[in-house]
């Protein structure tokens, strides 16, 4: 496919990404709107988000394996389609259970995509750009956090939480457009991104198990930043919408920088993101009464949060053991863990041990996270890198496939003097009338 129609998808697959992060959270910025229009107590409100993850944690590896055969285009067109059609039933409908099924309908839809959206972005591109491509896919989830969900709460204050829910449909409906149009009917066994490009059990597992200590720990300190800036560090309460700003662009800048990395060593990449997630949390945990520390600090621990995400992303696509979307399924349900994990650790913390025991707690699971990534060295490989289905298609990597040709001067095999005497043999027993040797 020409590069221009190959971005213009990447494109769409990324504002699909945007649009999904932004919709999960979106409940979280508009707690008391919704939560005042239903006539519910804000908890009930929090409890959408809660069972929203659990859907996604539960359902990504059992749906992904039900649509495997799907090609990627219609898979991912009809679960656009299907954001759009639930989020335009949460707009319309005004009792609790009709709302949580819509909820529960998104997050089936967001369970599929997020398993299918990697393997089909890096299918656009040649494999040297996966990491990039990876990159560009996962900044549409950073920038609604950073963008996305401020523009939603602000649309949903004045306008009402519905009008926020509406736009999001809106906006799916442009992006299922985009894709559907741009995006090829390749079927999901089919490419280079189908499968890992050094299947290995053993290094996937260990990537699962990081993905969910890292993500807890990110989780645990995150949750209750807001309350941390205003109680340690000392600012106001108004000052909370600027600090998760910065923060936000921190992380878009940190996704998009971490992509050549993770094309030249993936597992160096999760190294160094986890590294420093670990020790901007430890850091924010010591010096958070200084408000200019701090505020590096929640910055620098998104841009290492994001940038780790990324490394996620491309490593999937390195050691699936099998296919890359049921592996994507399984790390996506991974994260999920760690984002329920890592807000109900904290929040067991909180009242008895204080806010700054939500970081400290981050900080500690990161640094878990970190011993286990840098124990990836000592795992004996478990397969071998994927060979060329044909080998008239040319390798994977693009370059032209030679079949190896004998040094000059080296004599090839079976053209040694035996086999120059072979059919002298073999004519000497046809002429004495018997059958020739086997």
Do not use: C, K
């Amino acid at each position: 496919m020409g590069r221009g129609r190959a971005v213009g998808a990447l494109i769409g697959l990324s504002g699909g990404t945007f649009l999904y992060t932004t919709a999960e959270a979106l409940p979280i910025g508009l707690l008391l709107p919704m939560a005042g229009d239903l006539a519910i107590p804000p908890a009930q409100v929090g409890m959408l988000v809660t069972a929203y993850g659990a859907v996604v944690m539960v359902a990504s590896v059992p749906l992904t394996a039900l649509v495997r055969r799907v090609p990627r285009r219609w898979l991912l067109t009809a679960l656009l389609a299907g954001f759009v059609v639930s989020n335009a039933v949460t707009v319309l409908v005004s009792s609790v259970p009709l709302l949580l099924a819509a909820r529960m309908a998104t997050a089936a839809t967001h369970a599929l995509f997020w398993a299918v959206v990697v393997p089909a972005a890096a299918e656009l591109f040649r494999p040297g750009l996966r990491g990039r491509v990876v990159a560009v896919v996962f900044a549409g989830g950073t920038v609604a956090l950073a963008l996305g969900v401020p523009a939603g709460t602000w649309l949903g204050e004045r306008a009402g939480w519905r009008a926020s829910f509406l736009a999001v449909a809106g906006l799916g409906a442009v992006v299922g457009v985009v894709v559907a149009a741009l995006l090829p009917s390749t079927r999901p066994e089919q490419g280079h991104s189908a499968r890992g490009a050094t299947p290995d059990p053993g290094r996937f597992w260990l990537l699962v198990a990081v993905a969910i200590l890292a993500t807890a720990g990110a989780i645990a300190a995150y949750t209750y930043v807001a309350l941390f800036v205003t109680e340690v560090s000392g600012f106001s309460a108004a000052s909370v919408g600027a600090i998760l700003l910065a923060r936000g662009i921190a992380s878009v800048l940190g996704i998009l920088a971490v992509g050549v990395l993770v094309d030249r060593s993936p597992w160096l990449a999760l190294v160094a993101t986890v590294a420093v997630q670990s020790a901007a949390l430890l850091g924010l945990a010591v010096t958070g009464h200084r408000p200019a520390l701090a505020v590096a600090q929640i910055a620098l621990a998104g841009l290492a949060f994001a940038a780790f995400t990324a490394s996620l992303g491309g490593l999937v696509l390195q050691v699936a053991p099998g296919r890359s979307d049921l592996a994507a399924a399984a790390v996506s349900a991974a994260v999920n863990v760690g984002i329920t994990g890592g807000a109900f650790v904290g929040g067991l913390a909180l009242p008895a041990h204080g806010v700054r025991s939500t970081v400290l707690i981050g900080a500690l699971l990161s640094v878990v996270a970190l011993g286990l990534a840098l124990g990836e060295r000592l795992i004996r490989p478990t397969g071998a890198p994927a060979e060329p289905v044909d080998a008239r298609l040319g390798r994977l990597d693009g370059a032209r496939y030679d079949r190896p040709r004998e040094p000059v001067g080296v004599r090839p095999a079976g053209s040694g003097r035996g086999s120059r005497r072979a059919p002298v043999r073999h004519l000497r027993r046809r002429l004495a009338g018997l059958p020739p040797r086997r």
